[in-house]
């Protein structure tokens, strides 16, 4: 099993910055996958970023050049760094794993755990 814990939502004006955070724990093999996923209320939800244990990174287009996924092995911790941030990008942030290689970015059902979410608000 492996057990995901959000942290780092908040509130911010447009053009701020936040970093989430998602300490895990549990067993991960030497092939896995970390995502970040978002889900903003009456929408679906939607890939934001992915990383895998070589560091491979992959990003929706509605956050390149704005969002940096990153993880720390020791601390177990995945991050992800959001800049410049938009009303757009309001929603509940979850992160997910899965164990194998990351599957595509829209097929969030591949994640075998989630974290319980961390809101994130960005006024205009």
């Known amino acids: 099993q492996v057990r995901l814990v959000e942290s780092g939502g908040g509130s911010v004006e447009a053009g701020g910055s936040l970093r989430l955070s998602c300490e895990h724990s549990?067993?991960?093999?030497?092939?896995?996958?970390f995502g970040w996923y978002r889900q903003a209320p009456g929408k679906e939800r939607e890939a934001v970023a992915a990383?895998?244990?070589?560091?491979?990174?992959r990003y929706a287009d509605s956050v390149k050049g704005r969002f940096t996924i990153s993880q720390d092995i020791t601390k177990k911790t995945l991050y992800l760094q959001m800049n410049n941030l938009k009303p757009d990008d309001t929603a509940t942030y979850y992160c997910?794993?899965?164990?194998?290689?990351?599957?595509?970015?829209?097929?969030?059902?591949?994640?075998?755990?989630w974290g319980q979410g961390t809101q994130v608000t960005v006024s205009s």
């Open positions: 997910a794993a899965t164990l194998g290689a990351c599957p595509l970015l829209r097929q969030s059902n591949r994640y075998n755990y």
């Open positions: 549990g067993y991960l093999y030497a092939i896995y996958c």
């Open positions: 990383i895998d244990n070589e560091e491979n990174t």
